[in-house]
């Protein structure tokens, strides 16, 4: 019996759609306990269900009259349109608040299934133990679960990251659609495009790179909101968000920094395994930097890359 017990797990794990199924429900319904409350941790998602119900309603939305004295008024355009598509199914089944919380739920419980099957595919020991790791961060917990776009955005950043790293030529046009789509759901788009660039800078292999550029490139051009939306992302993605003009106007929460004392304070474990990930990597990286053997140049590159990507979003949570 305590034989049957102990060897459970790895049973369970090695039938991978009954492990991943089970993920998916035991994750799902710690996300559903964490949405059960009659309120929203965000007030953005209230702007989503309305927006979804309008387009359900009425179609796209292409004038925001309802806060006349912002550049909203004179520039508006939904950069969050392919998201508010996804959410229009629920809303034939729910009420539009109850719609974007059942959605936040599915997406957030996905993008830790995500997390799990990429680690899989690349054969991580103890892929598990990092899901569960993974799950105890605070601020990356509290991100994923907003009723908003964050949990369907890292769902669409993993499945780049997997087409990116397993180098295949055949799946360029993968990497175009995917590209293409991300500009559809999200206004962030600049960083599947950076995550693109660095995997060319650290393996010198560009059609991953081109193929993610030109997604990116038709995504804005073959757009509902087109050209508007250039003069918008100008304003949003880089005035706002490289820029930030925190210091003259009063800007999004999500838009401040967060001082290093209170990121650690948040979740020092995390920065402890990083620093444990940087020296692992540096050991590595005396074993592979001049290794012959393509699969260990292949894991080089691909570690070199999440280190990289790892870093500035560092800089870019400290700055924000």
Known sequence: MLNFIVDLPGKILS?????????????????????????????????????????KNSGPVKDFYWLPFT????????????????????????NPLLAIKISAVIFAALAILAFQW?????????????????????????????????SLSLIFLLCFIYLLFTNKNKWSWLIFGLSFAYVWLYGGWPIMLGIGFVYFLT??????????LAGIICGLVINPYFPTNLKFYWQQTFQIGLINYQNVIDVGGEWYGMSFF???????????????????FFIYFKK??????????QNFFNSTTLLIISIIFFILTLKS
């Open 288 to 297: 592979s930097a001049f290794a012959k053997a393509a699969a260990d140049r």
């Open 118 to 150: 990429l680690l899989d595919k690349f054969k991580i020991k103890y892929s598990l133990v990092y899901t569960i790791l993974l799950l105890l961060v605070h601020q990356f917990i509290f991100r994923i679960n907003l009723a908003k776009i964050p």
């Open 15 to 55: 039938r991978r759609p009954l492990a991943y199924l089970l993920l998916f429900l035991v994750v799902g319904a710690y996300f559903l306990w964490l949405n059960s409350t009659p309120n929203f941790a965000d007030p953005d998602s209230f702007y989503h269900a309305k927006i979804a119900e309008l387009i």
């Open 71 to 94: 550049t909203l008024d004179d520039i508006y355009i939904d950069h969050h349109f392919l998201y508010h598509l996804i959410l229009i199914p629920f809303l034939f089944v729910f």
């Open 203 to 212: 393996s010198l292999k560009a059609k991953p790179f081109l193929s993610a």
């Open 262 to 280: 209170s990121l650690v304070q948040y979740d020092l474990f995390i920065i402890i395994l990083f620093i444990l990930a940087l020296l692992i």
